[in-house]
């Protein structure tokens, strides 16, 4: 089955940071877990080059916007290897190819009788390069987001008929209750939707660097009527001489942060539609992560600064602490104190030290061959359906759930860890099928976690699953392997970093 999965293309006025890298990894980990199941996936990411802010940090910057544009987004693209994201495509939404087919849509939206020419009277940022509604404007007229002046706008623009899609939309939310997940974020759209839509400009008659309107080429597209079809026109031109709208359109699933969920959970759907296109499966937003913590780290200092703490811990710990910290789809603290703690804590001692163990005493006392033998039943009890949960987790976008059902199983082996004392069986060789039946079940029982594991510790999984002789990524059930492999010893999966302090 083919599985569609979207990050929102990145803003290229700033440069990334932690929140776009938080995005692309939740999408990664949703595309791997996916090729895991043996889905046919499709994972785009990219950016978002056109509009007024655009236009106005390049002159402020003495470059032109696609200068601005280039710098920029090459500086996501580099970020995509830092973090371990398997992106399919990265889309710009500069490329000629996208404008061509951005044009085709939107003619298309003309043709079919869903845009008005009108005036617009209101209030306007152009740092958001949105229209703020009386109810959306902070007091005395300013952005809430930016806290600068709104500019007055009076101006003849071409408006996108929302409004008239206002029962369809409805209707939509009502036939699929997670159409956006979480809940509170469904809750939201919906309640914007219920408060009576307005029509939405489409375009302005001032801007210099956006699309300019297929019907009207005096007027330049609302950088967010672009930006939004990125997800449908890369698919026209991502495969060189291919064209798999197809095979992958409508989308499975567009991952975001919920500051642009209006956007996307409102205004987007009734846009296909005008298109007669279908809306996405699923969206599924996630909150911010707040830097709160004061206290200082040892070695990070302050703020997590998401590129040093790749360089020294690896990105596979920044993936875990980022789902494993904040439950997915809630605001929550993050720190560097708390980073560090976690790593030694669940990565270096919970797992880090559970895979050295094994591995160690299948090659001390099993001549580094898992013995075959039976599935112990209690350890078989808590494994129990782990692998359906885990994967219902994630079709529901739950990865910090999915995380912890895969580390109530990194638990549950330590604990057999301590309630088998393999080195006392070693010990005393009068029962070596006892000893067998513990030294493959922790085995096997790695193997099943480290699978489960590698959307989210990518790296860590690989050398793992090597020095289990596991060449499949295909999830497995405890006892799916017969034991008899081979295994190597790893140095420490988590070392220890020096502080240098
Ligand atoms: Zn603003």
């Known amino acids: 089955?083919?599985?569609?999965?979207?990050?929102?293309?990145?803003?290229?006025?700033?440069?990334?940071?932690?929140?776009?890298?938080?995005?692309?990894?939740?999408?990664?980990?949703?595309?791997?877990?996916?090729?895991?199941?043996?889905?046919?996936?499709?994972?785009?990411?990219?950016?978002?080059e056109h509009g007024e802010p655009i236009e106005l940090a390049a002159e402020r910057a003495g470059v032109t916007p696609q200068e601005l544009a280039d710098r920029n987004a090459a500086k996501f693209e580099a970020l995509l290897p830092i973090i371990d994201a398997t992106n399919d495509f990265f889309i710009r939404t500069s490329d000629p190819r996208h404008a061509e087919r951005v044009a085709e849509i939107m003619q298309r939206v003309y043709d079919n009788g869903w845009v008005d020419k009108g005036t617009y009277e209101g209030w306007y940022c152009p740092r958001c390069a949105d229209f703020k509604s009386e109810r959306e404007q902070a007091p005395e007229r300013t952005c809430p987001i930016h806290e600068i002046p709104l500019e007055e706008v009076r101006e003849e623009n071409w408006f996108f008929r929302l409004s008239a899609f206002q029962a369809q939309l409805e209707g939509l939310y009502e036939e699929r209750p997670d159409f956006v997940v979480p809940e509170v974020r469904r809750n939201e759209a919906l309640s914007f939707i219920e408060g009576g839509?307005?029509?939405?400009?489409?375009?302005?008659?001032?801007?210099?660097?956006?699309?300019?309107?297929?019907?009207?080429?005096?007027?330049r597209m609302y950088v967010w009527f672009d930006a939004l079809l990125n997800y449908v026109t890369a698919l026209g031109f991502a495969r060189e001489g291919e064209d798999l709208t197809e095979r992958f359109w409508p989308a499975d699933l567009h991952v975001m942060a919920k500051e642009i969920l209006k956007f996307h959970a409102v205004i987007w759907p009734a846009l296909l539609w005008a298109a007669d296109l279908e809306p996405p499966k699923r969206m599924a937003i996630h909150g911010f992560l707040l830097m709160g913590e004061k206290k200082m780290s040892k070695s990070l200092g302050n703020v997590l600064d998401p590129f040093e703490a790749i360089e020294r811990y690896g990105a596979d710990a920044l993936r875990f602490y980022c789902f494993r910290e904040v439950s997915f789809g809630q605001d929550g603290a993050i720190s560097t104190a708390g980073f560090e703690a976690r790593y030694e804590t669940e990565l270096a001692n919970d797992f880090g030290n559970l895979a050295s163990r094994v591995l160690a005493m299948v090659d001390?006392?099993?001549?580094?061959?898992?013995?075959?033998?039976?599935?112990?039943?209690?350890?078989?009890?808590?494994?129990?359906?782990?692998?359906?949960?885990?994967?219902g987790l994630l079709d529901r976008a739950e990865l910090s759930q999915a995380l912890e059902e895969a580390w109530r199983l990194v638990r549950r082996l330590n604990r057999y860890v301590e309630e088998t004392r393999p080195w006392e069986l070693a010990k005393d060789e009068a029962d070596p099928e006892r000893l067998d039946e513990v030294l493959y079940n922790l085995a096997e029982g790695l193997r099943v976690v480290t699978l489960l594991l590698v959307p989210y510790l990518p790296q860590t999984s690989d050398r793992l699953l090597a020095a289990l002789s596991e060449d499949s990524r295909a999830l497995a059930e405890l006892g799916s392997h017969p034991g008899g492999q081979r295994i190597d010893r790893l140095p420490p999966l988590f070392p220890k970093i020096e502080t240098g302090s």
């Open 364 to 391: 001390r006392y099993r001549d580094a061959t898992v013995p075959p033998a039976q599935v112990d039943a209690v350890l078989a009890e808590d494994f129990e359906g782990a692998v359906e949960r885990f994967s």
């Open 197 to 219: 839509l307005e029509d939405v400009s489409l375009s302005r008659p001032k801007l210099k660097w956006g699309m300019p309107l297929p019907w009207d080429p005096e007027q």
């Open 1 to 48: 089955m083919a599985y569609y999965v979207t990050t929102p293309i990145y803003y290229v006025n700033a440069e990334p940071h932690l929140g776009h890298a938080y995005s692309t990894m939740a999408a990664d980990v949703l595309a791997r877990h996916m090729r895991q199941r043996g889905e046919d996936v499709f994972f785009l990411t990219g950016t978002d």
